[in-house]
């Protein structure tokens, strides 16, 4: 028999709560909660229960936040990484990089035969990293300051500006400009004790503060003038930023300069990372400048207008000489002078170029011109015949010589021999029929002189001088201008008088720079410079021969400029000097001008010197040993041979009723 099935197990029923009575079936009943701990409830009223709150709302409000601040996140890597990449890069590679200016080594100059008269040396500039002088990189509270007190004394600055430096928010700043190699060793030392002490300190366990680690530099030139004040007043000088500050260094900077190059290296705690690219364009060098001058010739000349100009204790003086040929310039010298390489000893009054931008009334060297114009019209030849009173009325002045004489009987040779003024009104009154056309003929000769106009050197600072048109002469000016006051000259255009002479009537601009040798070796000649016929080549030689007479005969006044074996034509002056402080006349202007060999003009040489106060004042007196001095050095160093031929001796004056 198959077996049974269990009894169906019994499954106990939900419990039902207790009644008070105990018995099945009555109604619960309720138990009534206990009140609230620390009160009572209100009568009659059952007390609320308490619900707790749903914490969704929260969530809600806490993801929103979230997603706000995450998109914000989001927004600004875009904004860094998309948007502005190359502006944070460039401000990356701003701050890992370094940049500098690689100075082009300045051209030289040098004079006529190559030898130097302004040159560059090797130079460091001391730069800084400031950003390395905080107290996060150099590791020390006041590092600014302690490294700016180990510098002052090297560099020869003010603490309170180097610290000022140090301490600015760049990457870059320049301590100091062209320093020498000794100043820059003399810091590289001292950085290299400050880096063993900050290693050591390190070692220790110290911060290893190191105050210099952000001083460097960058290698440039130094520009040095071998010979001192030799030419100072032609080359002038460069300023403390490389740049030309006078003279030809001026004029020329561009030339000169070159054009600068660039380093560009990656950079980690003031040091170069090797490894890291780098780019550099390379620099390239100034142009050489070969000038005219001779430095021989320029020594000798500086040397004797010093000398004059202190024993006859004047405010200045110039000397010029000039192949009278090319109308080169073999020299310009002034006195008092300076030395480049020291400007600060030098005085407001040595800076500059005198001998071009000085300005002053030539006095009887001017004649020459005046002359040179009787003779050109054919108003009148050597011999004519001129009778001097020692007095001239004229317009609204009595005229007088420099020294009282009886009526002279002279010859228009012997008006310029013995310097006449009133023989030189006399005979430039017959240029015209008039005063007036006599001032106009003599005003065109004055300018194809060169008088009114610069040189044609182009020189920084040049005067043209002072020349008014004949309309505006007063009365006065039209019997002064011929004998040299009232129109104004440099000493430049008084030696380029002269030896437009000699050139037989041809006036040649004068120069100063012969060429230029470029970076590539190749010298390229100066422009052939401007010539212009101003007499015939008879008046030219007429006028030579007349100028003999003033230092070969016994009644010139240029007999101290006498040279022993050649023939020698020159011109003293002795001009009323303008004070240039305050505008009236005071004082003298001392001059001689002239040239050599007469019977073959090579040199010319011009010298003044204005307002001597101690000895003699007269031109031939203390110029006419200048003009010899540096005229024989002159012939000599050129080696030009003496004459072979007497001068001419022309008639100075006649006897009365010839």
Same mark, same amino acid.
């Given at each position: ?12 029923g ?9 018995r099945?079936?009555?109604r ?13 409830t ?52 701003k701050n ?32 800084a ?50 320093q ?24 220790k ?8 680690a952000g ?114 310039l073999?020299?310009m ?25 000085? &300005? ?25 015949h ?6 001239l ?5 009595l ?7 009886p ?18 009104i006399l ?10 056309e ?67 009537? &041809? ?16 010298f ?12 015939s ?32 034509a ?9 004070d ?14 002239g ?36 005229m ?24 009365p009723?010839?």
């Open positions: 028999m198959p077996p049974k099935d269990p009894p169906p197990r019994r499954v106990p939900p419990a039902r709560p207790r009644s008070s009575a105990g099945s079936g009555a619960p009943q309720t138990r009534r909660p206990r009140p609230p701990a620390g009160g009572a209100r009568r009659g009223k059952a007390p609320r229960s308490l619900r707790l709150g749903s914490p969704r709302p929260r969530l809600r409000l806490v993801g929103l936040g979230l997603t706000l601040v995450m998109l914000a996140f989001v927004a600004r890597l875009l904004q860094v990484q998309a948007v502005d990449a190359h502006a944070y890069a460039a401000k990356a590679e890992r990089y370094l940049e500098y200016t690689v100075a082009a080594e300045r051209g030289e100059i040098t004079d006529r035969k190559g030898v130097a008269l302004a040159t560059s040396v090797d130079a460091h500039n001391i730069t990293d400031p950003k390395l002088f905080t107290p996060e990189e150099s590791k020390a509270p006041d590092a600014p300051q302690q490294a700016a007190a180990l510098l002052a004394p090297i560099l020869g600055k003010d603490v309170g500006k180097l610290t000022e430096q140090l301490s600015a928010k760049s990457r870059y700043t320049v301590l100091a400009y062209r020498t190699p000794q100043v820059w060793k003399q810091i590289k030392d001292l950085k290299a004790v400050f880096a063993e002490k900050a290693s050591e300190d390190k070692l366990g110290g911060p290893g503060a190191n105050v210099l001083v460097l530099q960058e290698p440039t030139t130094k520009r040095v003038y071998p010979n001192g004040g030799l030419a100072a007043g032609i080359l002038g000088f460069v300023s403390a930023d490389g740049k030309g500050g006078g003279g030809l260094e001026s004029q020329l900077d561009k030339e000169l300069a070159g054009e600068d190059g660039k380093i560009r290296y990656a950079q980690a705690g003031g040091r170069r990372v090797p490894t890291a690219g780098s780019s550099e364009i390379p620099a390239v060098p100034g142009s050489d400048i070969e000038l005219t001058i001779d430095r021989d010739i320029q020594w000798a000349a500086q040397k004797a207008i010093s000398d004059q100009v202190e024993k006859s204790k004047a405010d200045r003086g110039y000397v010029i000489v000039q192949n009278t040929r090319t109308g080169e073999l020299a010298a002034n006195a008092p002078g300076y030395d480049p390489n020291d400007l600060s000893q030098a005085t407001s009054a040595s800076l500059g170029n005198a001998a071009l931008q000085d &300005v002053y009334e030539p006095g009887s060297t001017s004649k020459v011109m005046s002359i040179a114009a009787v003779l050109e019209e054919g108003a009148a030849t050597p011999g004519t001129v009778t001097v009173p020692n007095r009325h004229r317009g609204d002045r005229f007088k010589d420099d020294v009282d004489h009526t002279w009987y002279l010859t228009l040779n012997g008006v310029l021999a013995k310097s006449s003024n009133i023989g030189t005979a430039t009154g017959q240029l015209g029929k008039t005063q007036a006599s001032n106009k003929v003599l005003y065109d000769y004055l300018r194809k002189f060169g008088l009114g106009r610069k040189t044609g050197l182009g020189y920084p600072g040049e005067s043209p001088g002072l020349l008014a048109h004949p309309k505006d002469w007063s009365t006065s000016q039209q019997y002064t201008i011929p004998f040299g006051q009232g129109l104004s000259i440099n000493a430049v255009q008084a030696a380029s008088v002269y030896s437009t002479v000699a050139n037989g009537g &041809v006036r040649v601009a004068p120069t100063l720079v012969r060429g230029a040798k470029g970076a590539d070796g190749r390229t000649p100066a422009e052939a410079p401007e010539e212009t016929r101003v007499v080549e008879k008046t030219a030689k007429t006028l030579a021969a007349m100028l003999e007479s003033v230092v070969d005969d016994r009644e010139g006044t240029g007999t101290k400029a006498a040279i022993p074996g050649y023939r020698v020159g011109k003293t002056g002795t001009a009323n000097r303008v240039p402080d305050r505008g009236v006349y005071k004082g003298y202007t001392a001059s001689f001008a040239f050599a060999p007469a019977d073959d003009p090579r040199i010319t040489v011009y010298c003044a010197i204005q307002n001597p106060t101690r000895g003699s004042y007269f031109g031939g007196q203390i110029c006419g040993p200048i003009y010899k001095q540096v024989e050095f002159a012939l000599k160093s050129l080696q030009i041979p003496p004459s072979g031929s007497k001068p001419p001796r022309l008639p100075v004056s006649f006897e009723g010839e």
